[in-house]
């Protein structure tokens, strides 16, 4: 059991671009049209469990148990390279009553060191009606009051591995089929293969073109854990280089810290037969860690280009099969305020993490730290991701915030602008 942990862990060198909230809803609402879009999907087969999702700050978030505990609030992640399943705050081992764990250390992206953490084995974790029982948990070494995490943790290869796996984000619900006894139709969905050879992470081989001269073949992690749509490792060798225009920013934060990167789109990215242009991208420069062999993966694919198709993931025949939806011809805009990142806290309040040189925010005073409580008027609390991501990116509008700065409550009039 104790090779097995070690080789699990040495795998886990996972980035995990998480720019995580805590919802103060209700996590598992039933989802009253999820049974009959089943029988309307392009899998044939035996369905094992369906459960609904909710969209945290850009991610997929489920509610999970472990062992007898009260529901987690869990991001869904294909860029785990192992079957780990990860909890982000330490009071969770007392919480869920676990025993004989062992400290190690964890790498990922990031521009700190490596994290402590806590390894036990032998767990049973449960998402709805599924039970998977005998599964590796790590725990980070963080309490919830000084842990950058809003969210309790993430789970992904555990059931990716062991199941067919539909997700669609028009239904918001995610349905498991045992892959032994299901195909996939296609046409009408577009299966593209897809490759397991790096430590366990799923990529694939797409073409990019930054610049409207010429096309590159780069291979792309499948990265569910990153909420925006795109990024790239700056490499001179391969050609891929910064666009004219790029501002300077942060692509999210890892097991080890922030992200450094610049901002700048790409004219398109072909992924099999579909091609999306116009894409705002993040630039990973020469020397940021981004968890993985640079040499070998050229960036990442995100949720923000994931959330435009119905998505079957098929690790035992290493594919995955794209069907467009009613997202798919989605504008793509950049943040117009200069919240480079921003995320919900524990009680549903915006907090900006990332404000960016030069844009209505820093122009305005707003600083990192600062808490947005209300939007027009309206209780931040109010507002779900998808509505404060709209909001941000319509160029000429004029945006009320209440900014909460310790005991102080201050008022900011925005108008938003293209940075981009």
């Given at each position: 059991?104790?090779?097995?942990?070690?080789?699990?862990?040495?795998?886990?060198?996972?980035?995990?671009?998480?720019?995580?909230?805590?919802?103060?809803?209700?996590?598992?609402?039933?989802?009253?049209?999820?049974?009959?879009?089943?029988?309307?999907?392009?899998i044939r087969g035996k369905m094992v469990a369906q459960f609904p999702f909710k969209i945290s700050s850009g991610l997929i978030?489920?509610?999970?148990?472990?062992?007898?505990?009260?529901?987690?609030?869990?991001?869904?992640?294909?860029?785990?390279?192992?079957?780990?399943?990860?909890?982000?705050?330490?009071?969770?081992?007392?919480?869920?009553?676990?025993?004989?764990?062992?400290?190690?250390?964890?790498?990922?992206?990031?521009?700190?060191?490596?994290?402590?953490?806590?390894?036990?084995?032998?767990?049973t974790v449960k998402i709805g009606d599924l039970v998977m029982p005998d599964q590796t948990l790590v725990i980070m070494d963080?309490?919830?009051?000084?842990?950058?995490?809003?969210?309790?943790?993430?789970?992904?290869?555990?059931?990716?591995?062991?199941?067919?796996?539909?997700?669609?984000?028009?239904?918001?619900?995610?349905?498991?089929?045992?892959?032994?006894?299901?195909?996939?139709?296609?046409?009408?969905?577009?299966?593209?293969?897809?490759?397991?050879?790096?430590?366990?992470?799923?990529?694939?081989?797409?073409?990019?073109?930054?610049?409207?001269?010429?096309?590159?073949t780069v291979k792309l992690v499948l990265d569910l854990g990153h909420r925006n749509a795109l990024f790239l490792n700056v490499?001179?060798?391969?050609?891929?280089?910064?666009?004219?225009?790029?501002?300077?920013?942060?692509?999210?934060?890892?097991?080890?810290?922030?992200?450094?990167?610049?901002?700048?789109?790409?004219?398109?990215?072909?992924?099999?037969?579909?091609?999306?242009?116009?894409?705002?991208?993040?630039?990973?420069?020469?020397?940021?860690?981004?968890?993985?062999?640079?040499?070998?993966?050229?960036?990442?694919?995100?949720?923000?280009?994931?959330?435009?198709?119905?998505?079957?993931?098929?690790?035992?025949?290493?594919?995955?099969?794209?069907?467009?939806?009613?997202?798919?011809?989605?504008?793509?805009?950049?943040?117009?305020?200069?919240?480079?990142?921003?995320?919900?806290?524990?009680?549903?309040?915006?907090?900006?993490?990332?404000?960016?040189?030069?844009?209505?925010?820093?122009?305005?005073?707003?600083?990192?730290?600062?808490?947005?409580?209300?939007?027009?008027?309206?209780?931040?609390?109010?507002?779900?991701?998808?509505?404060?991501?709209?909001?941000?990116?319509?160029?000429?509008?004029?945006?009320?915030?209440?900014?909460?700065?310790?005991?102080?409550?201050?008022?900011?009039?925005?108008?938003?602008?293209?940075?981009?």
């Amino acid at each position: 059991m104790e090779t097995m942990e070690k080789s699990l862990l040495e795998t886990f060198l996972k980035f995990i671009f998480l720019a995580i909230l805590f919802l103060s809803i209700p996590l598992y609402i039933y989802c009253q049209d999820c049974s009959e879009q089943v029988s309307k999907q392009e899998i044939r087969g035996k369905m094992v469990a369906q459960f609904p999702f909710k969209i945290s700050s850009g991610l997929i978030l489920v509610a999970v148990r472990v062992n007898d505990s009260k529901e987690l609030a869990m991001h869904l992640d294909t860029g785990m390279s192992a079957p780990i399943v990860a909890l982000f705050h330490k009071e969770s081992i007392a919480e869920i009553g676990l025993q004989n764990t062992r400290q190690v250390l964890m790498g990922g992206a990031g521009s700190e060191g490596k994290k402590t953490a806590h390894l036990a084995g032998g767990v049973t974790v449960k998402i709805g009606d599924l039970v998977m029982p005998d599964q590796t948990l790590v725990i980070m070494d963080e309490t919830r009051n000084t842990s950058p995490w809003q969210v309790d943790g993430v789970i992904g290869r555990s059931i990716f591995d062991a199941y067919l796996t539909q997700i669609d984000y028009e239904t918001s619900a995610i349905t498991l089929y045992d892959p032994a006894s299901s195909k996939v139709e296609s046409p009408p969905a577009v299966a593209i293969p897809i490759s397991l050879d790096i430590s366990g992470i799923p990529t694939v081989e797409t073409q990019i073109n930054i610049n409207g001269k010429e096309d590159k073949t780069v291979k792309l992690v499948l990265d569910l854990g990153h909420r925006n749509a795109l990024f790239l490792n700056v490499n001179k060798t391969k050609g891929v280089l910064l666009p004219e225009k790029t501002i300077a920013g942060i692509a999210g934060k890892g097991i080890q810290g922030e992200i450094l990167s610049r901002w700048g789109r790409i004219r398109e990215i072909k992924l099999g037969s579909f091609t999306m242009r116009d894409i705002p991208t993040s630039f990973l420069e020469e020397g940021m860690n981004m968890g993985l062999n640079r040499e070998i993966v050229d960036g990442d694919i995100g949720q923000w280009l994931f959330r435009r198709f119905h998505v079957i993931l098929d690790y035992k025949n290493k594919q995955m099969f794209l069907i467009p939806n009613k997202y798919f011809n989605q504008t793509n805009e950049f943040d117009m305020a200069g919240f480079g990142l921003l995320e919900q806290d524990r009680e549903g309040a915006f907090v900006v993490l990332h404000v960016i040189e030069n844009s209505p925010a820093s122009e305005n005073g707003i600083r990192k730290g600062d808490k947005i409580v209300k939007i027009n008027g309206r209780d931040a609390r109010e507002y779900d991701f998808y509505q404060v991501y709209d909001l941000l990116r319509q160029s000429g509008k004029q945006i009320g915030l209440t900014i909460a700065r310790g005991q102080e409550q201050i008022e900011k009039t925005l108008i938003l602008r293209r940075l981009i």
